[in-house]
């Protein structure tokens, strides 16, 4: 087998699609597409997000050390793909696309509430690593839909058809 060069950029793909939640201190809400996203520790249990600093809700994350990872289904393009390529800055995108938001229990974040996983995260670090500023959350709350989590209180990621 022949091997080639290929874009360095998605060179880790497939991953899953997700949307990074967040709340400025004057409790206006965001969401964003975020392309860089991985678990960084298993104890305590973080996540790492990668979020451009040019981005409206970098300062919101800045600001407060909160934000919520919400992972999203196929059934969910059309949301993924709006919140995306739309800034907070232009429109309320919440209001825009009619978001359900539930409360975060542990951390004072908006969770997209059509999402069958949201994950509250407190951030305890964070490292500029070229185009991305990489916040590094605890995660302090998990909500996944009944049906998708097991006995054991897994999450059992083949009853979803991920985007």
């Given at each position: 087998m022949?091997?080639?060069v290929e874009n360095m950029k998605?060179?880790?793909?497939?991953?899953?699609?997700?949307?990074?939640?967040?709340r400025d201190a004057d409790g206006r809400n965001n969401a964003l597409a975020v392309a860089y996203c991985c678990n960084c520790s298993y104890a305590?249990?973080?996540?790492?997000?990668?979020?451009?600093?040019?981005?409206?809700?970098?300062?919101?994350?800045?600001e407060t050390g909160a934000f919520a990872v919400n992972i999203v289904t196929k059934d969910q393009k059309e949301m993924f793909d709006y919140l995306g390529s739309h800034s907070c800055r232009d429109e309320d995108k919440?209001?825009?696309l009619n978001i359900k938001v539930e409360e975060g229990i542990k951390v004072n974040v908006p969770l997209l509430a059509d999402c069958p996983v949201n994950i509250e995260c407190k951030v305890v670090d964070?490292?500029?690593?070229?185009?991305?500023?990489?916040?590094?959350?605890?995660?302090?709350y998990v909500h996944a839909d009944s049906?998708?989590?097991?006995?054991?209180?897994?999450i059992d990621f083949s009853k979803l058809e991920l985007l």
């Open positions: 022949k091997k080639i998605s060179c880790l793909q497939p991953a899953p699609k997700i949307l990074v939640s967040c305590p249990p973080m996540i790492m997000v990668g979020i451009v600093p040019s981005r409206y809700s970098y300062k919101m994350v800045k919440f209001s825009k964070s490292i500029v690593t070229g185009s991305h500023e990489m916040f590094v959350g605890k995660i302090e049906e998708i989590v097991d006995d054991n209180g897994n």
